[in-house]
């Protein structure tokens, strides 16, 4: 299969308003989506107009793509469901709830506000796999599309869901028990400025927690600048409150870090471990298997191993982990970034689902978060490095380099870990190594870096 040249790991992303982040591109995208759109309009409903969900998030640059993708859309036949801002899952569950054929998110997640990026959904509510995202970048590059003419009344709509907010936050209350309620809990709820400005706090609020509202205040060009990448302006708040815990969320709210009642960081490996035990008393965790990434703590894999159950590990990424997770049949998976994926509540990574299931053991347990988090799981040191070159080569190819990695394996044998991988969306090489040793295989990590700017310079 011909490898795919716009669409990254989550989507297509760069620099808004500079290729391929452009309207152009975007209007000739929404006419490639309704053309791939109208198959499943065809099997579900005749001949009737194929329906399209676009929601976005707070970034300036919003409006401009939000425009052109409808445009495009509209120039196909197809119809526009415009939701405003509204975080990535809530797209995702809109378009199954509306019976839509697809749904279109304009978001850079973490990025900062002048990037952007457009990601898809299918009917399911699950990410487009490669071979439609493929299909799609061939439909951009070639001529099929120009040779369809829609006119008269054959030409697409648009119209706004003006109550999608409340929809999505009536969906999000319904994954917390019927039992249990927030009353008497504070939380503090960093939305980032982003697309859960106005959802957020009120699902909390409505389950009955008491909730201080931070990051709530979009400009169009703030977004990030507090939430996930910032967790220590959530610690600060979290203390000064006296909060049970802290909840912050990145740009388009698909992932969560969470900070107890200390303002200490509790990562998605933590998160994970404490809710796949919770799961694993209830016996809830389909195969007794939780699903993370490559990126994930070996502590986090023993952990399991302690209570009975198994890791299963998949490249970087969401897409990765929810396409392991319908393959096998599991329930439940994540990343340590704190994309967290509850498959029978959500079809991709939704952070305010993910801190409801974590609120649900917090009261039923009725004991502070950081003595929750301390049993969790035992992190074995690990480091992170990465290095951006002017180009990219298969590792394979880097001589050197390879040799060094299959020496620090051996090395290092069951008590640690390598990944070296070239991130999805630039020419950046990123190598994480783990083991009982911090300043070992600190060095060790150097000496990867070192040695593929050796191979890559000759």
């Known amino acids: 299969m011909?490898?795919?040249?716009?669409?990254?790991?989550?989507?297509?992303?760069?620099?808004?308003?500079?290729?391929?982040?452009?309207?152009?591109?975007?209007?000739?995208?929404?006419?490639?989506?309704?053309?791939?759109a109208k198959r499943h309009?065809?099997?579900?409903?005749?001949?009737?107009?194929?329906r399209i969900v676009i929601g976005k998030d707070t970034r300036l640059s919003g409006y401009l793509l939000e425009t052109a993708l409808a445009a495009g859309i509209c120039a196909?036949?197809?119809?526009?469901?415009?939701?405003g801002p509204l975080p990535t899952p809530g797209v995702a569950n809109i378009t199954v709830s509306m019976r839509a054929d697809a749904g279109v998110v304009i978001s850079a997640s973490h990025n900062p506000y002048d990037d952007n990026g457009i990601k898809l959904f299918g009917p399911d509510g699950f990410k487009l796999d490669d071979a439609l995202e493929l299909e799609i970048e061939e439909l951009l590059s070639g001529d099929a599309l120009d040779k369809i003419k829609v006119t008269g009344?054959?030409?697409?709509?648009?119209?706004?869901?003006?109550?999608?907010?409340?929809?999505?936050?009536?969906?999000?209350?319904?994954?917390?028990?019927?039992?249990?309620?927030?009353?008497?809990?504070?939380?503090?709820?960093?939305?980032?400025?982003?697309?859960?400005?106005?959802?957020a706090p009120l699902v909390f609020e409505e389950l009955g927690a008491r909730v201080d509202r931070i990051g709530v205040k979009p400009n169009g060009t703030n977004i990030n600048k507090s939430g996930a990448l910032h967790p220590a302006i959530v610690a600060h708040e979290v203390k000064k409150r006296g909060a049970h815990l802290g909840i912050a969320l990145d740009g388009d709210?698909?992932?969560?870090?969470?900070?107890?009642?200390?303002?200490?960081?509790?990562?998605?490996?933590?998160?994970?471990?404490?809710?796949?035990?919770r799961m694993l008393e209830q016996r809830s965790l389909a195969k007794k298997t939780l699903v993370a990434t490559v990126m994930s703590n070996l502590g986090l894999e023993r952990a399991m191993e302690k209570r009975g159950g198994k890791?299963?590990?998949?490249?970087?990424?969401?897409?990765?982990?929810?396409?392991?997770?319908?393959?096998?049949?599991?329930?439940?998976?994540?990343?340590?970034?704190?994309h967290l994926i509850f498959l029978e509540h959500a079809t991709t990574g939704d952070g305010i689902v993910a801190a409801l299931q974590l609120l649900a053991l917090l009261v039923d347990s009725q004991r502070p978060l950081s003595e929750l988090a301390m049993g969790a799981m035992e992190h074995v040191p690990q480091v992170l490095l990465s290095e951006k070159f002017p180009l990219r080569r298969p590792l394979d190819q880097l001589a050197t380099t390879s040799r060094l990695i299959a020496k620090i394996e051996r090395d290092l044998g069951k008590k640690g870990r390598v990944v070296?991988?070239?991130?999805?969306?630039?020419?950046?090489?990123?190598?994480?190594l783990e083991g009982e040793d911090e300043q070992r295989i600190r060095r060790d990590a150097q000496a990867i870096l070192s040695a593929a700017r050796r191979d890559l310079a000759n």
């Open 2 to 36: 011909t490898d795919r040249k716009l669409f990254g790991t989550d989507g297509i992303r760069g620099v808004a308003n500079v290729h391929p982040m452009t309207p152009e591109l975007a209007l000739r995208l929404g006419r490639a989506i309704t053309f791939v």
């Open 41 to 50: 309009a065809k099997k579900s409903g005749g001949n009737r107009q194929p």
């Open 76 to 83: 196909m036949g197809g119809r526009v469901m415009l939701c």
């Open 153 to 199: 009344n054959k030409i697409g709509s648009a119209y706004r869901v003006d109550d999608a907010q409340g929809r999505y936050v009536v969906y999000c209350k319904s994954t917390f028990p019927d039992r249990l309620s927030l009353d008497g809990v504070r939380i503090v709820v960093d939305a980032a400025h982003g697309a859960a400005y106005k959802v």
């Open 253 to 277: 709210a698909d992932r969560v870090i969470i900070l107890d009642e200390r303002g200490e960081e509790l990562d998605g490996d933590v998160l994970m471990a404490l809710c796949a035990a």
């Open 311 to 338: 890791l299963v590990r998949t490249p970087v990424g969401d897409r990765h982990v929810v396409e392991r997770m319908r393959k096998g049949a599991y329930t439940f998976g994540g990343e340590q970034s704190g």
């Open 420 to 432: 070296v991988r070239w991130s999805g969306t630039e020419p950046k090489l990123r190598v994480m």
